[in-house]
């Protein structure tokens, strides 16, 4: 069974802790140098992400957003668990749970920015009670 009950759960805590991501100036002012705009396709449910770091913008929803450079594809617990810190994008990608398209070199560069979000992402779901959320494997 998925995590999320629907694409508005999605958007809600993997969109949650992006937005959480723009409200911290520094973090933004270090994404911006890095020019990228991430595309995240989810399934299970379908949702979509888009993240303009260059402009600090997200935008939820197929064809929303500017054209990205990179583009990750994979489950929605997938991104769960990638901000639980249970999952580590370059084995996910070497191991086929997350598929990608464009320069993933340059997305690797902010990577390391992200482990930063771990801890309030897990604040999120537990403020919100969702220990299935933060149970999973």
């Known amino acids: 069974m998925a995590a999320f009950e629907n694409e508005a759960e999605v958007y809600e805590y993997l969109g949650g802790v992006f937005r959480m991501g723009m409200e911290d100036a520094d973090l933004v002012e ?3 140098p890095s020019g990228v705009v991430l595309r995240i396709t989810y399934t299970e449910p379908d949702a979509v992400l888009t993240v ?14 500017p054209q990205p ?23 996910a990608l070497a191991k086929g ?25 897990r604040a999120s779901l537990e403020a919100k009670d969702r220990t299935d959320l933060l149970d999973a494997a």
């Not at 303009?52 to 957003?65: C, L, R, T, V």
């Not at 997938?78 to 901000?83: L, V």
Request: aromatic share 10%; no cysteine.
């Open 69 to 91: 450079d990179v583009e990750l594809f994979m489950t929605a617990d997938t991104g769960n668990r990638f901000w639980l810190g249970r999952v580590v994008l370059p084995v």
């Open 52 to 65: 303009d770091m260059p402009n600090s913008a997200i935008f939820e929803g197929a064809g929303q957003g």
């Open 30 to 32: 270090r994404l911006k």
């Open 97 to 121: 749970q997350v598929r990608a398209k464009g320069p993933v070199a340059k997305l690797l560069t902010v990577l390391p920015l992200a482990k930063g979000l771990f801890g309030p992402y």
